[in-house]
């Protein structure tokens, strides 16, 4: 079963700031947050594993919820190269091995 | 580094005829996945090579697809006979390990079956 993610769609001035979420109904060993701009191969943002930390790249950071089997995903300051539509991906591990499951997306689109 | 490389980039066929994608993974990478987009949905799982070895095909749709990895390097993904519902667009993706490494996307193949 697909992980759910929320909002569908935000739209941003620049600077503003925003949250995705992706939420799953099973327990995950890892979290995988990527960003896809139109017609371009999805792009790995950070990965967030089970028991591990809070993690961060420049203004963008993501935690992961092991109670909820929630991960969220920190936008701060965005710029406009941050548009494009958003992606989790969970894995579970075990002899699911690397398999990831994608929820639906997120589009975000930040305007001047 | 080269990233993942796909071919083509898109390819428009007839239903009933044959389409065959390839994958080029970044080199060293031991584990290769082939994923699928249909339009307005999410990305999904068609199966995980680990070298020449299938891991977990458990997402492919039907017999009417073929995944092969010769010699541990790249990856073909056949469609015989294509029908309409298999257009989407395809994505490979790579990486070293499997449970806690990145996963390395290609650019996609979009294929159109009308």
């Known amino acids: 079963q697909q992980p759910v993610q929320s909002p569908q769609a935000v739209i941003l001035r620049e600077g503003e700031d925003a949250v995705i979420n992706c939420s799953s109904s099973?327990?995950?060993?890892?979290v995988h947050w990527y960003r896809q701009k139109h017609g371009e191969a999805p792009v790995f943002l950070m990965i967030?594993?089970?028991?591990?930390e809070q993690m961060r790249h420049e203004k963008i950071s993501a935690s992961f919820n092991e109670k909820k089997q929630q991960s969220s995903l920190y936008l701060t300051a965005s710029q406009l190269s941050y548009s494009g539509t958003y992606f989790c991906?969970?894995?579970?591990?075990?002899?699911?091995?690397?398999?990831?499951?994608f929820g639906q997306g997120t589009i975000l689109t930040v305007h001047p | 580094e080269a990233g993942v490389t796909q071919f083509p980039s898109h390819s428009v066929i007839e239903k009933g005829q044959t389409v065959t994608l390839r994958c080029d993974p970044i080199?060293?990478?031991?584990?290769l996945y082939w994923y699928r987009r249909v339009m307005g949905k999410e990305i999904k799982f068609l199966l995980h090579?680990?070298?020449?070895?299938?891991?977990?095909e458990s997402g492919m749709p039907n017999n009417r697809f073929l995944a092969e990895r010769t010699g541990g390097t790249y990856s073909t993904l056949k469609v015989q006979p294509a029908e309409l519902e298999d257009s989407g667009v395809y994505f490979c993706?790579?990486?070293?390990?499997?449970?806690?490494?990145?996963?390395?996307f290609g650019p996609g193949t979009r294929l159109t079956v009308l």
């Open positions: 080199s060293g990478h031991d584990n």
């Open positions: 993706a790579s990486s070293q390990g499997t449970f806690t490494d990145t996963q390395y």
């Open positions: 967030l594993l089970k028991g591990g």
């Open positions: 991906g969970t894995g579970i591990g075990g002899t699911s091995y690397g398999k990831l499951t």
């Open positions: 099973k327990a995950l060993y890892s």
């Open positions: 090579f680990v070298k020449e070895s299938k891991q977990d």
